[in-house]
Each structure stands twice: as structure tokens, then as C-alpha cells.
């Protein structure tokens, strides 16, 4: 400790050129941060989905819906426990902008079987009683700040017109993965008021035994295999899934964008630490004439080099954890269970030690190395 | 016993294919207490001797024993310990570190050892009165004349209380007036702190300070 005075004097003797190098560490720590906590949440969404559920949908493309009748076909294949469906609503709250998921449901046996969405029981009555009523994530209500009881005006693009919807329930996800951010209408009343244009754009089955699930979704695809609409049917999470791999090789690009800045930086860095001990041979020369050991001398630079990347790193690494929280970012609003988490941030300190390391060693090595004698004659 | 003893030492150095041998069996001794003047023209191999002394450098052949202790024979790790017990050494450019003070550069040795933050202060207090410069503790190397600098340079050689002081021409880049004062304050730690001084010098004036000097001529002393 007795040595600190000395690293920090010297830290201070380029303020400018230690104050540029932490800031460049924590830019790059930052987006590190950012960008691993993206794929962490769509590694997450990956999972989302229940194993225990299968989706039907139209092969064609998932766009495209499925007739009323299967309904009844499909509650009677044998394995299948319960059936349901829903549809993608797709109106718009005031701004295109305000984007957010709304499936219409058929409510009470869709309910039933996702125990994830969590409900007060008066409050899922309320729901059931009521046609042009909705249920709410507790995230969404948060984000554009509605109260259980507000009426709220979606501008309808699949099925046109103003629709009030009021907002009877409020649910908490069951699981942290699953997300908070859906409105649910009812689809008997988008039905009615469609003039009966609305069709299930998907359906959901219970199972009797997960394990079959595969045999089971191969069997239901072949019951309609022949029909003027053929299904693709899979585990809820495979379905998920799906929509992921679209992002997957956003993963990719992702990593690749972070390994390019992480040697960016490291050149950045290791510059800086050579220009600093270069500058200071004389200085490193003197204090081995002193008697100060090759150690110390070389952990002097060492201990420079991380003060400099992990006081970056930490400025970088907090500021991505306020900007990214889970309430405030914007991201959360697109992934599920979005936060950074405990392991990005140890994995960040871990990328700024090895930074400051990695930056640091050559010249603490050169430091220990360097010959007294001829570093004083050059100087003189 | 004398307390430094050079035995036939020699030093050659390796330069491209070229060796250049700057002496060969050299004997040298230096009593407790004295202050000698080392002088000889430029290239004669003066500051290769106090290198050695230093123990910053091995000669190629000989032995060099310091207070009973023969350093030639130390592993580098000990000899750098063995530095910063016995070794206090004066440069020709002071060599302080510009981003400390006055009192911080001169508390650097004393860093190594395992003196509490208040001795430490009280030797270095010590120190600067000694060197005439109790009141420029505070100030930057930047912030100081040559000649205080050196002095500075004086201080930290001596703060710890070595069993020798080295110096290489510490007046060599100062004006007639500041030198001077640095060699009234080497001679002062001589007579009255019983100093050994083994100073190098090109300077008659700084010799005659000395109680003895030897010139390095052709790679032999002589009295
Ligand atoms: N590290 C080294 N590598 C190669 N040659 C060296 C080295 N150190 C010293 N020499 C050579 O050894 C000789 C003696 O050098 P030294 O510095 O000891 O002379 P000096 O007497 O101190 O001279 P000056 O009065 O100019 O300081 C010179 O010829 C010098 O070029
Ligand atoms: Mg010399």
C-alpha cells in the first residue's frame, strides 16, 4: 500500500492519455454488456415455451390461419387432453410505436391451461364476464402507466375499426422467462364484431404425456395432410424457438462486432501502458539502482495498466447496468426476462482484468528485464 | 581490513563483435571513513568501477569484496537487497522522479524497508536538514535549482544510512557556486557523519576536497 502514492502519481502524470484509455475501456465494456445481455435474452426466449404443450399451425406460414372446424378434429385425437387456439390481433395504441403483443383468446379453456399467466380470481372473472375486456401484463400496465379498470382505444389493422377494449385483470408471469408485456383480448368478441372474419391463427393442445409429444405432432400432421390446409404442428417451445433462429445469427454478428472491439481496445491499451513505461526507463532504471526488485518495478506498471482498464471497465459496466435495467431499457420490451445479469458483469471484470493484464505485461516484463547500466547511460 | 577490496578484477565489454576490455586486474582498496576522488580521462572506465562497487554491474573476472561481504559472488535477487542496505548513489543528473516531491523522492529507499509511515517521515526530515532543504520538502524537482536538485539527489543517497556513498560526477552539470556547496556537503558528511565517499570526478577542484585521490589511467589506479 505504501506504494500506491507512486502508481497514482504516475497515473497522473498523462492525465489526459489515462483518462482517454479508461474511457475507451468503458465504451468497449459497456457495449460488451449490452451486447451480451441481448443474447442472453434470446438465448432465454429460446426456452421459453413449455415442452408440455404443442402449437398447431398452418404450414403454409404462420400467418396464415387454420379453419374453426379443426378444433373438434383435434380435441378428438387420441393423447390430445385439451385443446385451444388464439389469434394475433395486431391493433394499434395511439402510435405505431407503442408496439406490444396482443392475442385474442379463447378465453376460459386458453386460461386453463396456461397456468404461467397469473390472475386474481375476481379479476379473471371479471375478464370472462365482460366481451370487450382484456387482461393485462403487469410490465405493460407499468409502461404506459394504465389502471386495472381503464378503457383503452387499439386502432384495429387485421380487423378494422376503433376497438374499446377495458382492462378487467392484470397478470404476473409464473415463470421469469415468460413475458409480462401481453394484452389479451377475448376472440369470441373479436369474432362478433368482425362479422365472423376472425379464425384461429394457431392451436394450442395439452398433452397426456409430454414424452409423446413428437409421435403426437407427426400424427395431427398427418390428419390434415391432404386437406386445403395442411398444419405444421410442434413443442410450444420449438415453436419459439423458430422465431428465434431469425435472431440467431444476430447472435453471430453480435460476438463478432464484440471480438473486433475487445482487440480494438487491447491495441488501444497496450499502446498507452508502452508509451508510459518507454517513457520512464530512466525513472525504472533509478529505482532498480535504489534497490527496488524486478517484481516490484514490473508490478508497478502491471498495477498502472489495471487501474486504468478496470476503473474504465466498471464506469463501463455500471453504466450499461442503469441504462439496460430491466424497467427502463428499451429492450426489455422486445426480450422476455431482458436484465443484465450477475454473469455478464463478471464476465465484463473478467474482460477488463485480462485487458489490463494482457496491455500491462510486455512492458512489466521489459521493466524487470531492463539492464541498470545501459538504461542510465542512454539516459545521460 | 580495508572495508572495499577490488582483486584483480576485469571488464570487457561485448560490443557488436568487437570486445572492448576497459581494464584488466585491477586492485583497489577504499578504508572505512575515507573520501576518495576517482579522476581519469572520459572513457577510462570510471563509471564502470562505481557500477560495480554499486553492484549494478559484474566484472568478467575478480572479486570485489564490500564490509566482508563478496558481492561478485551474490545471485542478482541478493544483490539487489544487498543495494538497498549499502549502496547510497549520487548521479550526475540527480535522476529524481519528476512526479514526486522533494521529501517523496527522498523516502523512496525507505520504502523497502519496514519502517512505519512516522519514522520514515523522520528520517527524510532528517535527511533534508542535513542537504539545507527542510523547507523545500513540498516542492517538485521541476520547482528546484541544479543545485538543489542535487542536493535532493544527496538526501535520498543518504536516508538510509548506507554503508557507502557512490557518486558519479555530482558536480559535473553544475555551476562553480553550486558545486561547491555539494562538495562542502560531501565533505561534511565525511568529517562529521564518518561517510565513505568514493566520488568520481573530471573536476581538479572537486579532488582536492577528497582525502585521496587515484587516477584510472590505462586500466591501472594510481595514488
Ligand atoms: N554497456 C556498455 N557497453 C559497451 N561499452 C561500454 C558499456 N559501458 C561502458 N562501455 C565502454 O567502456 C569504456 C569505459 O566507459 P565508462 O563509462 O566507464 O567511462 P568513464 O571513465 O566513466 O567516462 P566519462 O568520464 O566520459 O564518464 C568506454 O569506452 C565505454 O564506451
Ligand atoms: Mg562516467
Given amino acids: 500500500m505504501k506504494y500506491s502514492g507512486l502508481v497514482w502519481k504516475n497515473l497522473r502524470r498523462n492525465r489526459r492519455r489515462t483518462i482517454l484509455t479508461a474511457i475507451s475501456v468503458a465504451v468497449a465494456l459497456f457495449l460488451f454488456v449490452a451486447l451480451q445481455s441481448v443474447l442472453t435474452a434470446l438465448a432465454a426466449a429460446g426456452n421459453v415455451g ?26 378428438g385425437t387420441e393423447g390430445v387432453k385439451g385443446v385451444s387456439w388464439g389469434d394475433w390481433f395486431g391493433g394499434i395504441y395511439i402510435d405505431q410505436r407503442n408496439f406490444f403483443a396482443q392475442f385474442a383468446i379463447d378465453a376460459e ?52 375499426g376503433d376497438w374499446e ?71 410450444e417451445k420449438a415453436f419459439q424457438a423458430g422465431f428465434v433462429t431469425m435472431w440467431g445469427n444476430i ?44 517484481w516490484l518495478v514490473s508490478s508497478f506498471v502491471l498495477v498502472e495498466s489495471l487501474v486504468i482498464t478496470l476503473s474504465g471497465g466498471v464506469v463501463g459496466i455500471v453504466l450499461a447496468r442503469l441504462a439496460l435495467s430491466r424497467t427502463g431499457g428499451p429492450l426489455a420490451q422486445f426480450f422476455p426476462g431482458f436484465s443484465v445479469t450477475t454473469g455478464t458483469v463478471m464476465t465484463g471484470l473478467g474482460i477488463a482484468t485480462v485487458l489490463g493484464v494482457v496491455s500491462g505485461i510486455v512492458p512489466a516484463w521489459q521493466a524487470a ?11 545521460a | 581490513m580495508a572495508l572495499v577490496e577490488v582483486r584483480s578484477v576485469s571488464k570487457s565489454f561485448q560490443r557488436d563483435t568487437q570486445k572492448i576490455t576497459v581494464f584488466e586486474g ?48 551474490m545471485s542478482p535477487k541478493r544483490l539487489t537487497a544487498w543495494r538497498a542496505r549499502h549502496i547510497g548513489f549520487v548521479f550526475q543528473f540527480y535522476n529524481l522522479l519528476p512526479v514526486l516531491t522533494a521529501f517523496e523522492n527522498v523516502e523512496l529507499p525507505l520504502l523497502l524497508t519496514r ?38 539527489g544527496i538526501a535520498r543517497a543518504i536516508v538510509s544510512d548506507p554503508t557507502m556513498i557512490l557518486a558519479d ?36 577542484k572537486a579532488s582536492e576536497r577528497a582525502q585521496a585521490v587515484m587516477h584510472l589511467e590505462k586500466g591501472v589506479f594510481v595514488r
Avoid at chain 1, 54 to 73: E, K, M, N
Avoid at chain 1, 260 to 270: G, Q
Avoid at chain 1, 369 to 379: E, I, K, P
Wanted: proline letters at 5%.
Fill in chain 2, 115 to 152: 519502517l512505519s509511515k512516522a519514522e520514515r517521515r523522520e528520517h527524510v526530515a532528517t535527511a533534508l536538514e542535513v542537504v539545507g532543504l527542510t523547507d523545500r520538502g513540498s516542492h517538485y524537482p521541476r520547482q528546484l535549482s541544479g543545485g538543489q536538485e542535487q542536493r535532493v
Fill in chain 1, 50 to 75: 413449455s415442452e408440455s404443450r404443442l402449437v398447431t399451425r398452418s404450414a403454409t406460414g404462420i400467418t396464415f390461419p387454420l379453419p374453426q372446424s379443426y378444433f373438434q378434429r383435434l380435441g
Fill in chain 1, 369 to 379: 528485464r531492463l539492464s541498470v547500466v545501459t538504461a542510465l547511460r542512454q539516459v
Fill in chain 2, 26 to 73: 585491477v586492485d583497489l582498496d577504499v578504508a572505512e571513513g575515507e573520501f576518495l576522488a576517482l579522476m581519469g580521462p572520459s572513457g577510462s572506465g570510471k563509471s564502470t568501477m562505481l557500477n560495480l562497487l554499486a553492484g549494478l554491474d559484474q566484472p568478467t573476472s575478480g572479486t570485489i569484496c564490500v564490509g566482508g561481504d563478496e558481492i561478485t559472488q
Fill in chain 2, 169 to 204: 560526477e555530482p558536480t559535473g552539470d553544475l555551476d562553480a557556486k553550486s558545486a561547491d556547496e555539494i562538495l562542502n556537503l560531501l565533505q561534511r558528511l565525511n568529517t562529521e557523519f564518518k561517510k565513505t565517499i568514493i566520488m568520481v570526478t573530471h573536476d581538479a
Fill in chain 1, 109 to 160: 379453456r386458453y386460461l386453463a391451461m396456461y397456468p404461467e399467466i397469473q390472475v386474481p380470481e375476481d379479476q379473471k372473472k371479471a375478464f370472462l364476464a365482460e366481451r370487450a375486456s382484456a387482461i393485462v401484463g403487469r410490465g405493460l400496465m407499468n409502461r404506459f402507466g394504465w389502471n386495472l379498470g381503464q378503457t383503452v382505444v387499439l386502432k384495429g389493422t387485421v380487423y378494422p
Fill in chain 1, 251 to 294: 447472435g453471430f454478428l453480435v460476438r463478432a462486432i464484440g471480438i473486433a472491439v475487445f482487440f480494438a481496445i487491447l491495441l488501444v491499451a497496450a499502446n498507452t501502458m508502452m508509451m508510459a513505461a518507454r517513457e520512464r526507463i530512466g525513472e525504472l532504471a533509478v529505482l532498480k539502482a535504489l534497490g527496488y526488485p524486478n
Fill in chain 1, 165 to 235: 377494449i377495458t382492462i378487467r385483470a392484470v397478470y404476473t408471469p409464473g415463470t421469469k422467462s415468460f413475458p409480462d408485456n401481453v394484452m389479451y383480448l377475448r376472440y369470441d368478441y373479436v369474432y362478433e364484431r368482425s362479422n365472423h372474419a376472425a379464425e384461429p391463427g394457431w392451436y394450442i393442445l395439452k398433452l397426456d404425456d409430454p414424452a409423446s409429444a413428437a409421435a403426437l405432432a407427426s400424427r395431427i400432421d398427418g390428419l390434415f395432410k391432404n386437406s386445403s390446409s395442411p398444419t405444421k404442428t410442434e413443442t
